[in-house]
């Protein structure tokens, strides 16, 4: 599964091990040292993956790269951060990164994440997949595409794996932590309040009233259910 990957990463020893450790597995790597660079070459290269430092100089921070890449594209970004307090984490999820890893961390353990994410968000060719309908809702696991009564709805990577999971058992009660598990993994920093954020920009999406979703809805005290209508 070679990709092209990009990494926004000013420490130069720290970006250097990530750049060997990704050749190493395959992929093609392109690296830029701040915030403005990184996002001209991640418009100029389309990468498949963007490795996302959020201290960077430059007047444009990782946040910042991150809110304008998600609103330029749906390419997955893993952001890398010193940072470890739960609103930071919630905060660059609710930009639109994938995955948030806190550093130190080890490097075997972000090639696992870039081969999860990779693996997620690639169109595995399989023109046989069933397309999952649940109401007005079309979740399209080969194209990558989510529709609403035929609108076509932008999602990141992540909010589409937690769609995918839904709509593959419509009416089953999923607890936050499932959704996690099935989605994200494992990591002692990631908490289940992350399944909220994705919850609440999810309905912006595919609600016709967010704060009254009739098909995305809040099961109190368990979790969340997709269903096709409320009724």
């Known amino acids: 599964m070679c990709a092209h ?8 020893k720290q970006a250097e091990v990530v750049r060997l450790y990704l050749q190493e597995e395959g992929h093609t790597v392109v690296v830029a040292g701040d915030g403005r660079s990184a996002l001209d070459e991640a418009r100029r290269q389309r990468p498949d993956l963007v490795v996302l430092d959020v201290m960077m100089p430059g007047g444009v921070d ?24 739960e609103d930071d984490l919630l905060l660059g999820l609710d930009l639109g990164a994938d995955d948030y890893m ?22 595995n060719g399989d023109a046989d997949a069933e397309v999952l309908r649940v109401g007005p809702l079309r979740v399209d696991p080969v194209r990558h595409e989510v529709s609403v009564d035929g609108r076509v709805v932008d999602c990141t990577p992540g909010e589409f794996q937690i769609l995918e999971v839904l709509a593959k058992q419509p009416g089953r009660v999923f607890t936050r932590q499932q959704l996690l598990d099935l989605t994200r993994g494992f990591d002692q920093f990631i908490t289940t309040r992350i399944i909220d954020v994705h919850m609440m920009n999810l309905r912006k999406k595919i609600e016709a009233d967010p704060r009254r979703p009739a098909h995305l809805l809040t099961v109190f005290g368990v979790g969340y259910k997709l269903i096709a209508d409320r009724g």
């Open 62 to 85: 990782g946040l910042e790269v991150c809110r304008t890449l998600r609103a330029e594209s749906d390419v997955p970004v893993l952001m890398l951060t010193a940072r470890s307090t």
């Open 5 to 12: 990957i990009l990494v926004a990463e000013d420490d130069e």
């Open 102 to 123: 806190t550093k130190p961390y080890s490097p075997r353990e972000l090639m696992a994440r870039v081969r999860t994410l990779l693996r997620r968000t690639r169109q």
